[in-house]
């Protein structure tokens, strides 16, 4: 059992006078943490909490609640007056009374809960890594004698408002019958927080181009997860789509010119954040993987028949990444930035003599030259203020010369976040065995019970680890399955992600119905995530049935 957070008063002495209201001093005995009760609002297993994920610490009663459908929200706080706050929860009445008509009666039905109290201490409207994640939910019985009533969601930050009101809307469930709003099992106390800061699904849109409301719709369904981070992978080999403009016929790269992202749609990628609490991380991925960049410019490629690794004896090159940098430095306020660095393949720039003589006269091997290209390159982002990301492959080949700030993004397999973070640098997990989606075969299992931390005893070094990232490549993807490509798999690393690991690593039967829950509740709230234990993912179902059941 997870001890109650006693360094707030206030919290303390509401969670005292919800348990022992008169009329609940009974129940209350009954009330459990950890893993227990369904919500009663599916034909589930009734010895299951279906909130995924599974919050850190919570305890509930049996009473079921009606929530009138004009919920009214009170907030006070230093950032209780943010639009943020109200936009959410406008949001979330959206998705909680999807179902309620209008043409119901509005007076003469006594509800139970009519307004949510939400409290925010802070107006910082940023979230960077780092800050306070942690909220408390509460729900009051439904006593005359109690002395709470009604919801309150309280928070440090005003991001964590969203995450708040995410659970507040999986308890609710709309009652066909009475075809009112109900909320079960309250009282409801859920204390919770993330377990990683780092909560990430990377999409790639250069193999395939997805339009803007593909990806913010994306970026919704990651709220609904509690995901963090939008690893937008926008650029590579095969495609150039975004609009730069201090070099404006880089977007030449593009596979037309109908797939294309302007400045402002970028910016309006990044503004979801407003919305979902989901911040993004651009990458332009250099020296390799950046064939399509000459398109528009072709003095980046060493020769004809040698298009990446860029040339690295050319200034320009760098000028480019520059400016083009400090364009997407106004565009992208997330504190991190990745640079890419993986599969760089150097020996075109031996059979192409310029470069050859550049190699030479500066005394230098290809490995050398990569080096020197990924340092340069890391300088611009931090002389920009950014944290350089850099994939596995600039850490196995030169990890003393990285800048120490360099956080290592692991994806080959196993072992290296162990590597990285014993020589002091912060690494993100995402083992392609475990964590990349286009691998169809990998089951919803294997997924779960991946670790970022396996292998890392030491628990300074345990904090080095930000946390872990499954990743959308997109060479078999487009808008037409890239949902459902990610969920439900997604769905799982990002409770391994957020959830107590005590109460979610256990190889126990109830993770399955849980899953099948969640995914059932993605449909209804119109992402595609496909069916959980499909042996290949992203299949659709083999025959009629219950999405319960799947």
């Known amino acids: 059992m997870y001890l109650l957070d006693s360094s707030n008063p206030r919290i303390y002495l509401l969670l005292v006078l919800l348990l022992f209201s008169p009329s609940l001093l009974v129940s209350s005995r009954n009330l459990h943490t950890k893993q227990h009760r369904q919500l009663d609002h ?13 919050p850190w610490q919570y305890t509930f009663g049996n009473q079921t609640l009606t929530v ?4 009214s929200l009170v907030t006070s706080g230093n950032g209780g007056h943010s639009l943020i706050v109200s936009k959410a929860f406008d949001r979330y009445k959206k998705i909680i009374f999807k179902h309620t008509s209008s043409k119901l009666p509005s007076t003469g039905i006594d509800y139970d809960i009519n307004k949510l109290s939400v409290i925010v201490h802070s107006e910082n409207e940023l979230l960077q890594l780092g800050v306070d994640e942690s909220y408390t939910l509460m729900v009051a019985a439904s006593d005359e004698l109690s002395v709470i009533g009604g919801m309150t969601i309280e928070v440090q930050t005003l991001s964590m408002a969203l995450r708040g009101l995410e659970t507040l809307s999986q308890l609710c469930a709309f009652d066909y019958g009475t075809k009112t709003v109900k909320l079960y099992n309250a009282p409801w106390y859920v204390q919770d927080k993330p377990r990683f800061i780092y909560r990430g699904l990377m999409l790639d849109t250069s193999r395939h181009y997805l339009p803007i409301e593909v990806i913010k719709q994306v970026i919704e369904s990651m709220s609904y997860a509690k995901l963090n981070v939008l690893h937008w992978h926008i650029i590579d080999e095969e495609s150039f789509p975004l609009e730069v403009p201090t070099y404006p016929n880089l977007w030449k790269g593009a596979y037309t010119k109908w797939e294309r992202y302007t400045i402002d749609d970028a910016s309006e990628i990044v503004n979801q954040f407003f919305i979902s609490g989901i911040n993004v991380m651009a990458e332009v991925d250099v020296p390799g993987h950046a064939r399509s960049w000459g398109a528009g410019y072709p003095d980046l490629w060493p020769s004809s028949s040698c298009k990446e690794p860029l040339d690295v004896s050319k200034n320009f090159t760098f000028d480019l990444i520059s400016g083009l940098l400090s364009d997407l430095r106004k565009v992208f306020p997330f504190e991190l930035f990745h640079l890419g660095g993986d599969e760089v393949h150097t020996d075109c720039w031996y059979s192409t003599p310029h470069v050859k003589q550049w190699l030479e006269d500066h005394k230098m091997t290809g490995k050398d030259a ?4 990924v340092l340069r390159a890391q300088e611009i982002a931090v002389s920009l203020n950014w944290t350089p990301v850099n994939w596995e492959e600039t850490f196995n080949a030169f990890a003393t010369s990285l800048d120490p700030r360099t956080v290592v993004h692991n994806w080959l397999g196993s072992g290296v976040c162990p590597k990285a973070v014993a020589k002091g640098f912060k690494c993100i997990f ?8 286009d691998h169809l075969d990998v089951p ?6 991946a670790d970022p931390l396996e292998g890392i005893s030491n628990a300074s070094e345990q904090k080095l680890v930000l946390g872990g990232e499954v990743c959308m490549w997109g060479e078999t993807a487009d808008a037409s399955n890239v949902q459902q490509t990610i969920w439900p798999r997604a769905a799982a690393a990002a409770e391994r992600l ?5 109460s979610t690593y256990s190889r126990n039967t109830s993770v399955l119905p849980r899953l099948e829950y969640f995914r059932c509740l993605l449909t209804r709230r119109g992402v595609p995530a496909a069916p959980v234990t499909n042996f290949y993912a ?3 179902p ?8 799947q």
């Open 444 to 449: 919803w299992d294997s997924v779960y019970y």
């Open 42 to 54: 599916g034909d589930g297993d009734d010895s299951l909490t279906y909130i995924w994920p599974l």
């Open 430 to 437: 995402s083992n392609q065995g475990v964590w990349y989606l």
């Open 498 to 502: 957020w959830s107590n690991e005590e």
């Open 68 to 71: 009138d459908p004009n919920l």
């Open 370 to 373: 990569y080096q020197y290209f």
């Open 538 to 540: 992203r299949r659709p």
């Open 542 to 549: 083999t025959g009629p049935g219950s999405c319960y059941s």
